[in-house]
């Protein structure tokens, strides 16, 4: 309890009370939930998305190829400098 009152001294005193009030209507009054809300009302929403021009876009998905790794192997045995 006393680390909610003490967000008064650093955040505004509405916006800790607005937090505490809608933490208590949802039914989960914890200081986690409280400080959850008290950061989304001082942040606000988060930003537009940004459209990806089509230079950038991939023209190729990649693949999840783990086998080639399996040709780094032989090298790495001979040198003994490698974990296996």
Partial sequence: ???I???VL???ESAVLCAVE???ESGAASKQHILNILSQL???SAPQPIATPAPLSLKVEPEA???RYDTLRP???SGGRYAA
């Fill in 1 to 3: 309890m006393v680390d």
């Fill in 5 to 7: 009152l003490a967000l």
């Fill in 10 to 12: 650093h955040h505004d």
């Fill in 22 to 24: 809608l933490a208590l």
């Fill in 42 to 44: 001082v942040e606000g």
């Fill in 65 to 67: 190829n783990v086998t």
């Fill in 75 to 77: 090298v790495a045995q």
